[in-house]
């Protein structure tokens, strides 16, 4: 399993933005869809966006039009773009590649081939 690292996470007021980062050490998100995942307090991991090979982008209905995932494949590093932030958004966001991003909402770590530690976005009312 390849670790990725993500960053940019933080306390931020509702309505505010912030930006995370996921890095990879190698070329593995040309070749591997990627997915930020969330995981609020006694709640299951959810996919929030992913970004395919072919940079097509899929969101979760809570974040449409708030949240946007991109990607440079030259500095190996996908973002999420988060805005007009809202404290249900409170979580530990996780970055992951591989085909069980396309899976479905959920976090299936066996189809993975990466995933990091995790950053915590904490969003006060």
């Known amino acids: 399993q390849v670790r990725l690292v993500e960053s940019g996470g933080g306390l931020v007021q509702a309505g505010g933005s912030l930006k995370l980062s996921c890095a990879a050490p190698?070329?593995?998100?040309?070749?591997?869809?990627v997915g930020w995942y969330r995981q609020a307090p006694g709640k299951q991991r959810e996919l929030v966006a992913r970004?395919?090979?072919?940079?097509?982008?899929t969101y979760t209905d809570s974040v449409k039009d708030r949240f946007t995932i991109s990607k440079d494949n030259a500095k190996k590093t996908v973002y999420l773009q988060m805005n007009s932030l809202k404290p249900e958004d409170t979580a530990v966001y996780y970055c992951?590649?591989?085909?069980?991003?396309?899976?479905?909402?959920?976090?299936?770590?066996?189809?993975?081939?990466?995933w990091g530690q995790g950053t915590p976005v904490t969003v006060s009312s």
């Open positions: 992951a590649a591989g085909a069980g991003v396309l899976y479905g909402s959920g976090w299936y770590e066996h189809a993975l081939d990466a």
């Open positions: 190698g070329s593995i998100f040309s070749v591997n869809a």
């Open positions: 970004i395919t090979t072919g940079d097509s982008t």
